[in-house]
């Protein structure tokens, strides 16, 4: 059904997130915070060896991802740090509004799949 990511730590591959669209059948919701500096800090350095050349590239937990299906909900307002995704799991939840009805759905021509619109 519905996959919901938070504070994912994987840098951004438009491909992977491509791939992901077309495996999840219902919503798949980013969710990410720009203040997560642990996040982004220590994913990046995890990346590096010695000898290794790595181009850095954004953290999916820390960002939007401009992909087709892809719904990118900032809670940055709640999530200070990583650590705080633990704390406000339901408010994240109640922000993607997980579970509610549908009270509109309206088809994309650039997508193979819905665009689900919820009223807000």
């Avoid at 992901?20 to 059948?25: I, M, N, T």
């Avoid at 307002?77 to 650590?83: N, R």
């Amino acid at each position: 059904e519905d996959a919901v990511m938070m504070g994912l730590p994987n840098h951004l591959s438009l491909s992977s997130w491509k791939a992901c669209r077309q495996v999840v059948g219902g919503r798949l919701v980013n969710c990410y915070s720009t203040k997560d500096l642990i996040l982004s800090l220590m994913f990046q350095a995890k990346r590096f060896s010695p000898g290794v050349q790595t181009i850095l590239k954004p953290v999916c937990g820390t960002c939007e991802v401009h992909e087709a299906g892809v719904e990118n909900i900032d809670v940055s307002d709640i999530v200070q740090g990583h650590q705080d995704y633990c704390l406000v799991t339901g408010k994240i939840l109640e922000r993607v509004k997980l579970g509610e009805p549908l009270r509109q759905e309206k088809f994309n021509r650039d997508e193979s799949k819905p665009t689900v619109r919820r009223d807000q």
